[in-house]
Structure formats: structure tokens, C-alpha cells
């Protein structure tokens, strides 16, 4: 029987109730087709009044967690939002939130965006901002952020072919939309980033993972991929590869192009967090500039809530990117594009870009320090770690037992396409926490979980 722990959580008691539902479809406790208490059985055991229940189990149909058969009882939904795309509710107040891949908070964004909204207001030519614009952005926004490309992405790329988008996860929305129908076949890692599971649920395209390694992506199960399925497309993210952080090498990245090329699959090249390792090989894009739709985003480098991001594509793929464009958000909004070009021609970006990478390896390191031997190399980069829990801890378990002591993290299963992966682990997400401060409480607290005894911490969990 499912008993949520809604002591730690604030709010209305019907409130906790969902939101400890939705927790523990995220962790993975509950699965689709579970079958939940009665109302009268759980409001006995959590000491609250039937209706309580019924206005708990009501919000979470709400929210597409739960179905409910009249005469059979309530049940997870086989497909839950939880279960398509990881949208974790908002953490309580005492909780440190480890769960989602959010960069540091950066103060110089701050005092730019402050100098940015200052010196617009002063300006003259403010209504070229507020009519209709063309589906891409202005030529000269465009102009900038392929300069910031060369710069920080090692990618040279001709303006003309780019299109502004609203963030990152539109522009890999407008590419899923240019490269495939309804029923077709797109390839990824067997683990991979939330919302490309989301994306391809709401365009009905089957999204198929593929076999990995220490890089990624293994170019034989590709190959085998790309001749028993046919495939329209492969999504990678070669670059700190979320959630594994992994890095392919130049060879890799070629191996894989070639294969594309070979049997004419498109590869959609999600490059978001590429300038946080300056070090990596160049994008996909550079090796085979004809089959790849390159996306670009300022979320993780600038500021999430600019919400500018650009999607590099080949020109057949042009029209049917427009279509999406014009079909979702009709253009991005020019002011935001304004801000994000100012930030790039001053130099303000670069300097930006420069403080977060300090910053995630400021916090890498502390990870180093507290975790050891727990997590393995010791360099990595980026705004993550991915830790294989020791035995015998199930991934679903250790995320409940950290929730338990106020840290909120991602296990295995969130991230899995198809089958539920082998591999126990977890995702901990290091920029998220405001403060060093809390990166150090909250790693020491998952150090401490991974470090009792096998028996102890079994059935701490049971």
C-alpha cells in the first residue's frame, strides 16, 4: 500500500498528498499501472479526512498522474506528464534541490541585463520592436549569435541559415518537425535528456534508444538502427551528454556522421552545453554540415529566461522549418533577441560564459572533495554528475531516501527511452542549489546514504 511521507511538505494536505504522488512516479516508486490505496484506506493511514483524499487523487488526474476506473479502483496513468517529461514540482523551502540541470546563478547576468534595460529605455528606435517580424529574427541578431557560435562553439555558420527560436527546446521542436511525420522512426541514446521524450510524444514519432558507452551513442548499434528501422533522424548531445555528462571524441563523432551519411539519417545536434568544454572536439556540424540541424541556446551560457536559442539547418530542411515556426510561436521576441545581441557585440557574454564555467568547475570540485571515489574521474566538467549507486541500492530507492533527508535528485529511469535501462544511477544536478554552500550540504548528504551498510541501507528504504 502507498503511504506518501507529506510531513516535510507545505501546503494544504490535499496539495502534499499530489505532490508526494507525483515525487514518487518522478523516483520511479510508483510505476504506470500501479494500483493506489482507496480514499477511505489512506485517509486512515495518513490521519486526514476522506475528502482530503478525494480532492488529492482529483489534482493529480488533473495532472495526468492518475486514472481512475469506476468499480476497479485508481491507478498511475500509463502515460503520465511524469512519465513522458521530467517536470519535478517545485521544491519546499528546507529542501535542496538537486534534481534539475539549471546553471549557477550568475550576478554579472544581473547587472547586465540591469545596463541593457537602461540604455534601451534611452533609445529612440524602440518601435521597431513591437510590430510582427519575420519568422527567423533580424538579420543583425542572427549575425551575432553565429559570431558568439564561432566563438564560444567552435562552429562557423552562415547567417542565412540560421533561424532565431524561443530557447533550445523550441529549435529541437522545429527540427523533430522538419525531419519527421507522425509514425516515422527518430533514433537517441538509450538515456537521454527528458525533453526529447516529451517532444516526440506530443508529434506522435517513435523515438527508439540505441546502446552507449563511455562516449555515447555506439556507432554499431547505430548502423544496426539505421538498417532494420529505417530511421528519419538521430538526436545527440556530444558535448557533456545529458544525463551521463559523457564527451565523444573526434573519431566518434565522425564515425557516426559517416553512418548518416551512408544511409541518409539527419542528425539533430543538440550543442547547448558545448562552451563549457572548450577543450571538446568541434560539433558534429563541422564534419557534416549537409545532414546536421545544429541547435544553439543562450539558456545554460547567458540567461535561461532570455529564452533565445537558434536552430543551423540545411537549406532543404528550411521550409518546414518556417512551417513550425510559424505554426508555434510566429517569431521570437525581438526585445529578448535585442538584449541577447547587446550582451554579445560588448563582450559582456563572453564574460558571462567565462564566469559560469568557473563556476561549474568551482563546484565540480567541491563534488570531488566530498563524493571521491563515488563518482569517478575527477575531470569532468559541466553542470552535472552522473553517480552509479552501490549495491544494493536500487536508483529508485536512493532518490526516496534523499528526499527523505531534503535532498531532491533524479534517478535512472526518468531518462530511459524504451526499456528500463540496467544501469542503477543517478543525476546530480550541481548548479541548481543557489549557494556552494548548498552544493556541499547536499552532497554530503548523498555521500553519507551511499556510504551505510548494504544491510542498513536496504532497509531503510523497504
Given amino acids: 500500500m502507498w503511504q506518501p511521507d507529506i510531513d516535510t511538505i507545505s501546503g494544504p494536505r490535499y496539495q502534499a498528498i499530489a505532490q508526494a504522488l507525483a515525487l514518487d512516479v518522478q523516483a520511479g516508486r510508483l510505476a504506470p499501472g500501479d494500483r493506489l490505496p482507496t480514499h477511505r484506506d489512506l485517509a486512515y493511514h495518513l490521519g486526514v479526512t476522506v475528502g482530503t483524499v478525494t480532492r488529492a487523487y482529483a489534482e493529480a488526474q488533473r495532472q495526468g498522474l492518475l486514472v481512475g476506473e469506476v468499480g476497479r479502483g485508481t491507478y498511475i496513468a500509463q502515460r503520465s506528464h511524469a512519465d513522458t517529461f521530467f517536470q519535478p514540482v517545485p521544491a519546499p523551502p528546507d529542501m535542496i534541490d538537486m534534481s534539475l540541470n539549471y546553471p549557477p546563478p550568475e550576478p554579472l547576468a544581473e547587472v547586465a541585463l540591469r545596463a541593457s534595460l537602461e540604455e534601451l529605455s534611452r533609445r529612440n528606435d524602440l518601435s521597431a520592436f513591437l510590430p510582427y517580424q519575420g519568422y527567423r ?9 553565429a559570431g558568439w557560435l564561432e566563438r564560444q562553439h567552435r562552429l562557423r555558420v552562415d547567417p542565412a541559415r ?4 524561443v530557447g533550445g527546446q523550441h529549435a ?3 527540427a523533430m518537425a522538419a525531419v519527421a511525420e507522425p509514425g516515422d522512426v527518430v533514433l537517441s541514446a538509450a538515456l537521454t535528456w527528458t525533453g526529447i521524450r516529451a517532444i516526440a510524444d506530443m508529434m506522435q514519432v517513435q523515438l527508439r534508444g540505441l546502446a552507449m558507452d563511455g562516449e555515447g551513442v555506439m556507432p554499431d548499434a547505430f548502423d544496426a538502427a539505421c538498417r532494420s528501422l529505417s530511421p528519419k533522424a538521430l538526436y545527440l548531445v556530444p558535448t557533456l ?3 551521463t555528462g559523457a564527451i565523444m571524441s573526434e573519431n566518434r563523432r565522425r564515425a557516426l556522421a559517416h553512418i548518416a551519411e551512408r544511409h541518409g539519417v539527419a542528425i539533430i545536434e543538440d550543442d547547448i552545453y558545448g562552451f563549457l568544454a ?10 557534416a554540415p549537409e545532414l546536421t540541424l545544429y541547435v544553439g541556446s543562450l539558456s545554460k551560457s547567458l540567461a535561461p529566461a532570455l529564452r533565445i536559442g537558434c536552430l543551423v539547418a540545411p537549406e532543404r530542411f528550411q521550409q518546414r522549418i518556417l512551417a513550425s515556426i510559424r505554426a508555434t510561436t510566429w517569431m521570437t521576441p525581438p526585445l529578448m533577441a535585442e538584449i541577447a545581441a547587446h550582451w554579445i557585440e560588448t563582450g559582456i557574454a563572453d564574460r558571462i560564459a567565462e564566469q559560469r564555467r568557473r563556476e561549474a568547475a568551482r563546484r565540480q570540485a567541491l563534488a570531488n572533495e566530498i563524493m571521491g571515489s563515488l563518482v569517478g574521474a ?3 566538467l559541466g553542470y552535472h554528475i552522473w553517480m552509479p ?5 536500487r536508483a529508485a530507492d536512493f532518490v526516496a531516501e534523499a528526499r527523505q533527508r531534503g535532498v531532491l535528485i533524479a534517478p535512472t529511469g526518468v531518462f530511459a527511452v524504451g526499456r528500463r535501462p540496467e544501469m542503477e544511477a543517478i543525476r546530480i544536478c550541481l548548479g541548481s542549489p543557489a549557494t556552494l554552500d548548498q552544493v556541499r550540504q547536499g552532497l554530503m548528504v548523498l555521500r553519507d546514504i551511499a556510504r551505510q551498510p548494504a544491510d542498513t541501507g536496504y532497509l531503510a528504504v523497504v
Fill in 172 to 174: 529541437i521542436s522545429a
Fill in 137 to 145: 529574427g533580424f538579420d543583425s541578431h542572427r549575425a551575432s549569435i
Fill in 378 to 380: 575527477e575531470d569532468r
Fill in 389 to 393: 549507486v552501490p549495491a544494493p541500492w
Fill in 278 to 287: 572548450p577543450d571538446a572536439p568541434a560539433p558534429i556540424a563541422t564534419i
Fill in 162 to 165: 540560421m533561424t532565431i527560436t
Fill in 241 to 243: 551528454q545529458n544525463p
